[in-house]
């Protein structure tokens, strides 16, 4: 067994719009109505993953769904064409790009079975999101079909699951046990808590873990309140390193005393609010960013452009390179399309520890892969798409014959139809 943290990034539906659907992501409502660049946005998360790639890094893939969602329409008792505008437009989400909030995956090392487990996140909160579990739970199931893997359908509604965007799992490497933070949300803010602890701890059992190496932490409901609707908006980790806003946490102190005991090698880099406040951290996605374990085990950061161009979250990532902290190189990418929705480096993608040789090869990439994928997308997804006029049947043809070119080219047709 040779595990290895891969990194499946949801390729970017031809679908991509602006319709402002996801209340307390102040990124995606202050865009709502604007032009999207679908063709854009997906051939700059192709790029995001082609940097990875020569990072000496493993790649996955993950597919988008068929959208609009005509099975989703059907069971409402309705038609694309008959359905009322905000219907069509949560139906025509390209939301799944953003993988972190897939599934909650907890690698072997942690598992008491041994196994792989994940666990298909419901995204019930948000109506465009509650919808893609079937399609996701087909294809992870698909991907990961080798026995070394436990697939899991979601926890079943009322009980808000977001998958790995609300999950951290510290451990002296990848392949060491681990232990698995799941971070919650509690109601009562002006925006919705997405992540439920009775989901988080429902997941938890599922996935076969010793109960002594989790812990269930609260999420800072000012956090929330400013805007960070996961977790991973406000904190990200990779091995035996933490990097956190100092406001991520509802009780800091518990967490870290807790953390400390179950993992005395911990590193926690936090951010003082008085360099970089709740509301830099959010606009700039400083934490939403990709902390990775590069071949010669020393850590970089691959941040969104956004977080380059705010002063003081840049000069903070400046000093802490310069200086001994945990984080040796800052890689930019511009994911700028997905920025705009809300979802940076960090979001669109979720982490597999597993050996690859387990793996659906068609999932997993090299730059050949993602020049055959660049050209599909060239070819066929539409160059812009006005949230107002996604009625248009001539665009909806359009993005559903750009979806079957795509898994044309992957060898993929079929995937969906289950
Ligand atoms: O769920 N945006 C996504 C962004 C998800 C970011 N993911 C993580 N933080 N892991 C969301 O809010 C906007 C779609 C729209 O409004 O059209 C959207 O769904």
Redesign the pocket.
């Known amino acids: 067994m040779m595990l290895t943290e891969i990194n499946f990034d949801g390729l970017v539906g031809p679908s991509h ?6 209340l ?2 102040l990124a ?2 202050n865009n ?1 109505g604007k032009v999207s660049r679908p063709r854009a946005a997906a051939l700059q998360g192709l790029a995001k993953m082609r940097a990875n790639v020569r990072l000496g890094l493993a790649q996955g893939i993950l597919l988008p769904p068929p959208r609009p969602d005509h099975r989703w329409l059907a069971s409402l008792a309705t038609s694309y064409a008959e359905a009322a505008p905000h219907l069509q ?1 949560q139906a025509l ?3 799944s790009m ?1 993988a ?2 897939a599934a909650t995956v907890s690698p072997a090392p942690d598992t008491v079975d041994g196994r792989c487990h994940l666990t298909v996140a419901n ?1 019930v909160t ?1 109506p ?2 509650s919808h893609e579990w079937p399609d996701t739970l087909a294809q992870l199931r698909t991907i990961f079909a080798d026995a070394a893997f436990a697939v899991h359908a979601p926890v079943p509604a009322p009980f808000g699951d ?4 609300n999950h951290m799992r510290l451990a002296r490497d990848h392949a060491s046990p681990g232990v698995e933070v799941f971070v919650y949300g509690v109601s009562g803010g002006p925006f919705p808590a ?1 992540q439920h602890r009775e989901a988080s701890e429902a997941v938890a059992r599922a996935h076969d873990l010793d109960p002594a190496t989790v812990l269930f932490v609260e999420q800072n409901p000012e956090a929330i309140a400013a805007g960070a ?2 977790n ?2 406000v904190a990200v980790a990779n091995g035996r390193v933490l990097f956190a806003h100092e406001q991520a946490f509802a009780d800091k102190a518990r967490f870290f005393t807790a953390l400390r005991a179950r993992l005395p090698e911990v590193e926690i880099v936090e951010v003082p609010a008085d360099r970089v406040s709740l509301a830099d951290a959010v606009s700039s996605y400083l934490f ?1 960013a990709q902390l990775v374990t590069l071949p010669d085990a020393s850590m970089a950061l691959i941040l969104p452009g956004e977080a380059r161009d705010n002063p003081r979250v840049w000069a903070w990532l400046q000093e802490h390179v310069a200086g001994n902290g945990p984080i040796r190189r800052l890689e930019v990418v511009d994911v700028r399309e997905s920025m705009a ?4 480096p ?2 669109l993608r979720l982490r597999v520890v597993a050996d690859p040789a387990t793996i659906d090869p068609r999932f997993l990439v090299d730059e050949p892969r993602l020049d055959a994928l660049a050209a599909v997308v060239e070819a066929h997804w539409p160059e812009t798409i006005d ?1 107002t006029a996604i009625a248009d049947p001539a665009l909806v043809g359009a993005i559903e014959r750009a979806h079957q070119a795509l898994l044309e080219t992957m060898d993929c047709v079929g995937l969906f139809d289950s």
Do not use: Q
């Open positions: 719009n602006y319709a402002g659907l996801s307390g992501n995606a409502t709502a437009a989400s390209a939301s953003w972190a909030n995204l948000m465009h999101r977001e998958g790995a965007a997405r609707f996961h991973d908006v939403n929705n809300g979802g940076g960090a979001c949230a």
